[in-house]
C-alpha cells in the first residue's frame, strides 16, 4: 500500500468538510505510517528549483571551501560526521544548516548566527526563503493536527514560533570505493523534532519502515513535500502518533549524487515534552524532560554535539 498523499489546499482553502477530512488523513497518515506526501502545498516551485540549483553549487565546492564554513550546528558539516543512534558506522553525506536567525528576546545559544557560502551568494536569500515557507507549512500543518490530539487549534502556535528548528540541505556524493563496509547514506534512524518537512529529493533510496516491519520506498515528485512524524512528538503523545524509522539505502543502479532538504521542525528549548492530557492512557511511557534538553541528549549520540 502506497504511502498516503494529502492536498494541502484542502486545509487552507476547502470547506469546513474538507478542513476535516484533512485533518483526519493526516493523523491517519502519522500513526499508520509515519509518513505521508504532500502536495498544492505553500513553498513556491520556483524557489525549490533554485534551492535544488545551488545546493549542487555549493557542494561541489572544493573541500578546503566548504571547510571553512563548518561552524557546529550552522553552516558545514563534513562528510562522514553524522552517525545514527547507536551505529559506529558513519553516514555517508555532507550537509549544510540553517537555523532561525537570532533576533532580540530569542536566547543566543539556541541562535547562533547563520553561515553562508560567500562562492555562491544566491544561497542566503533562496535558504532563508525556504526555511520561512517549510516554517510556515509546518505550523499549518501542526495547526490541523492539534483537533485530533484534543487540542485548541492554535495549541502548537506558541510552541514553534520560536522554535529551534532546523533546514538542512543534504548531499548524498557517489558512494566511494572505500566506504566502510555496511555503511549507507543514512542509517536506520528516528528523527529528533516534532514533524520533519522533506522537500521530495533527487535520486531514490528514501525508505521507511512501516508498523509492519517492511521497509517500503518513499518516493514522489522533486517538488512534492514528505512528512514524518519525529521522537519529540510521540513522547508528547504518549506514543499515539509514534516516530517513524527509515533510512536513505545506497543506490542500486548509477553511482549518483542525491540531493535532499529536510526542514526538522523543533519547539523551543524550554517547551515541555510531558505527555498530553489527552494521551495519558495508562500513564506517560516516558519522564518529563524539556526539548532543549531532549535535543543535547541526542545530538550527543548521533556525533553531532559533546
Request: hydrophobic share 40%; charged share 20%; proline share 8%.
Given at each position: 500500500m502506497p504511502v498516503p498523499t494529502l492536498s494541502l489546499k484542502d486545509f487552507t482553502h476547502g470547506s469546513e468538510t474538507q478542513r476535516a477530512a484533512f485533518s483526519d488523513a493526516l493523523m491517519a497518515g502519522l500513526q499508520d505510517y509515519g509518513f505521508f506526501i504532500l502536495t498544492d502545498h505553500n513553498v513556491p516551485t520556483d524557489l525549490l528549483d533554485a534551492a535544488y540549483e545551488q545546493s549542487a553549487q555549493v557542494f561541489h565546492l572544493p573541500y578546503v571551501d566548504k571547510r571553512r564554513y563548518a561552524a557546529g550546528l550552522r553552516g558545514y558539516t563534513p562528510f562522514g560526521t553524522e552517525h545514527a543512534k547507536d551505529s559506529g558506522l558513519p553516514d555517508l553525506k555532507e550537509f549544510w544548516q540553517i537555523g532561525r536567525e537570532p533576533a532580540p528576546g530569542l536566547p543566543a545559544d539556541d541562535f547562533p548566527p547563520n553561515v553562508w557560502p560567500k562562492e555562491v551568494p544566491a544561497f542566503e536569500p533562496t535558504f532563508s526563503a525556504l526555511f520561512t515557507a517549510l516554517d510556515e507549512t509546518g505550523r499549518l500543518l501542526l495547526t490541523a493536527l492539534a483537533p485530533k490530539l484534543g487540542l485548541n487549534a492554535d495549541y502548537f502556535d506558541d510552541k514553534v514560533a520560536a522554535g529551534t528548528s532546523i533546514l538542512r540541505v543534504l548531499h548524498y556524493p557517489p558512494v566511494p570505493d572505500d566506504a566502510p563496509e555496511g555503511a549507507v547514506r543514512s542509517a536506520a534512524h528516528e528523527d529528533i523534532n516534532?514533524?520533519?518537512?522533506?522537500?521530495?529529493?533527487?535520486?531514490?533510496?528514501?525508505?521507511?519502515?512501516?508498523?509492519?516491519?517492511?521497509?517500503?520506498?518513499?518516493?514522489?515528485?522533486?517538488?512534492?513535500?514528505?512528512?514524518?512524524?519525529?521522537?519529540?512528538?510521540?513522547?508528547?503523545?504518549?506514543?499515539?502518533?509514534?516516530?517513524?524509522?527509515?533510512?536513505?539505502?545506497?543506490?542500486?543502479?548509477?553511482?549518483?549524487?542525491?540531493?535532499?532538504?529536510?526542514?526538522?521542525?523543533?519547539?523551543?528549548?524550554?517547551?515541555?515534552?510531558?505527555?498530553?492530557?489527552?494521551?495519558?492512557?495508562?500513564?506517560?511511557?516516558?519522564?518529563?524532560?524539556?526539548?532543549?534538553?531532549?535535543?543535547?541528549?541526542?545530538?550527543?549520540?548521533?556525533?553531532?554535539?559533546?
Open positions: 516534532f514533524i520533519t518537512i522533506l522537500v521530495a529529493a533527487k535520486g531514490a533510496g528514501l525508505q521507511l519502515l512501516d508498523r509492519d516491519g517492511t521497509w517500503l520506498p518513499v518516493e514522489t515528485q522533486p517538488r512534492n513535500l514528505i512528512v514524518d512524524s519525529g521522537d519529540m512528538l510521540q513522547r508528547l503523545t504518549n506514543g499515539v502518533i509514534p516516530s517513524t524509522t527509515h533510512r536513505v539505502v545506497n543506490p542500486q543502479g548509477p553511482n549518483v549524487s542525491r540531493y535532499s532538504m529536510p526542514f526538522f521542525m523543533h519547539p523551543a528549548s524550554d517547551v515541555s515534552l510531558k505527555c498530553l492530557p489527552t494521551c495519558e492512557g495508562d500513564g506517560a511511557k516516558w519522564p518529563e524532560i524539556t526539548a532543549g534538553a531532549f535535543l543535547t541528549e541526542r545530538l550527543r549520540e548521533i556525533g553531532l554535539a559533546k
